[in-house]
């Protein structure tokens, strides 16, 4: 089963920027499509970014333009680089795996996430 951990959160300003890591365990990492989930206070988590095993990127319309996902499938590792940040990026960001069918992980087998708050 893999497990993820993610980094690189923080408090930034209005506009600022921000670059997410995820440490994913598990060799079968590389084969899945992998996404980040951004959960605010008191909503839902949902993805905001995803690419495939082999790097095509699929985005929410919230996040597009802004922010940019990669993968380095040697190191077992996703990015999110996150640019032109505002108030409702705020929250926690998560990395898992992503299945387009089901908008959403192969299993909900969650990490601890990375806080992100974005001020005015």
Not at 85 to 98: A, H, I, K, S
Request: hydrophobic residues 35%.
């Amino acid at each position: 089963q893999m497990h993820f951990v993610e980094s690189g959160g923080g408090l930034v300003q209005l506009g600022g920027s921000l670059n997410l890591s995820c440490e994913a365990d598990g060799d079968i990492f590389r084969q899945w499509p992998a996404g980040w989930y951004h959960q605010a206070p008191g909503k839902q988590r949902g993805m905001v970014a995803a690419v495939t095993a082999d790097g095509v990127t699929k985005y929410a319309d919230s996040v597009l333009g802004r922010f940019t996902i990669s993968r380095d499938n040697v190191k077992n590792t996703l990015l999110l680089q996150m640019n032109s940040l505002r108030p409702e990026d705020t929250g926690v960001y998560y990395c898992n795996t992503y299945l387009t069918d089901y908008d959403g992980p192969l299993r909900a087998n969650w990490g601890q996430g990375t806080s992100v708050t974005v001020s005015s």
